[in-house]
């Protein structure tokens, strides 16, 4: 039966377009919920509460927390000069600029590690020149953050850039007619219309920074207290107890589950698209 261009399809053909599209993604979504679901019974209640008491699930949850906020937080006061630059800027290499921010998203996180160890390394290309002066940088606190920073900011930056592009320039034509300087005219007028993908583009990030994981064993290792964070803690306890690795991935699921729904509860809100 043929139908014209124009013709809206009825209720049972809706129904069937329905049916036919959810039959066909029940595989793959099957899949993608059937780990999840196998991870949370895989532990009673009481068995969770028990293992997460242990130390080794505590220094590890802290130090997740705590360098995850300081690599997202980098992510947003570095990452958001570039968004801005990618969105409003038109000059040569534009194109190998945005290839250069999305790069991280294609290459594996072990390849990163290798690389960050390889350019802040006590031999490493910039590395060498803090080794004279005493800092060393691997196996460090803040060799966490800076393996974090180097995975997540991609997610930032491409969230906040599609905001930025999507405030009508007319409004900032508008004040800076007015005489509003850039720096004002960017955190008043440009930075609040922009403010939902600014957010969850920041959500997004702190999601990615605390599953990290290769990057983080490559250039920082897995010292308990130091550099073992949740994913790294997570390896470590399947060797010795399994129980234990479970509930330090369901801690880690719930985490990132929060930040998922924050983030797209906000996208919504703001009228964020594609987050």
């Known amino acids: 039966m043929q139908f014209d261009a124009g013709t809206e399809p009825s209720a049972p053909?809706?129904?069937d377009r329905a049916t036919g599209l959810w039959l066909a993604s029940a595989p793959l979504l099957l899949y993608?919920?059937?780990?999840?679901v196998a991870l949370i019974l895989f532990l009673r209640p009481s068995d969770w509460w028990r293992h997460l008491h242990d130390p080794t699930v505590g220094m590890a949850l802290a130090l997740t927390l705590?360098?995850?906020t300081l690599a997202t937080a980098a992510c947003v006061i570095f990452g958001l000069p570039v968004a801005c630059l990618l969105a409003r800027g038109t000059f040569r290499g534009r194109e190998l600029l945005d290839t250069l921010?999305?790069?991280?998203?294609?290459?594996?996180?072990?390849?990163?590690?290798?690389?960050?160890l390889l350019a802040f390394g006590r031999q490493g290309l910039i590395g060498r020149y803090g080794e004279t002066f005493g800092v060393r940088i691997p196996f460090t606190t803040l060799a966490v953050v800076m393996a974090q920073v180097f995975i997540a900011a991609p997610f930032f930056i491409k969230t906040a850039r599609a905001g930025l592009e999507a405030v009508d320039p007319r409004?900032?034509?508008a004040a800076r007619t007015l005489g509003a300087p850039p720096l004002r005219l960017f955190f008043t007028v440009t930075l609040p219309l922009a403010r939902g993908s600014v957010v969850a583009g920041a959500l997004l990030a702190w999601a990615r920074a605390l599953s990290e994981f290769g990057?983080?064993?490559m250039f920082a290792g897995s010292l308990p207290g130091t550099t073992q964070t949740l994913?790294?803690?997570v390896m470590s306890a399947m060797e010795t107890n399994l129980d234990t690795a479970v509930a330090l991935s369901g801690v880690s699921l719930l985490l990132a589950l929060t930040a998922l729904i924050l983030a797209k509860r906000l996208s919504r809100?703001?009228?964020v698209a594609g987050v």
């Not at 993608?32 to 999840?36: F, G, M, S, V, Y």
């Open 269 to 271: 809100r703001w009228g």
């Open 13 to 15: 053909q809706r129904r």
């Open 215 to 217: 990057a983080t064993m």
């Open 32 to 36: 993608l919920a059937c780990p999840i």
């Open 231 to 233: 994913p790294l803690a």
């Open 66 to 68: 705590r360098t995850t």
């Open 101 to 116: 921010t999305d790069l991280p998203l294609a290459l594996p996180p072990v390849v990163a590690g290798v690389a960050l």
């Open 171 to 173: 409004l900032e034509e």
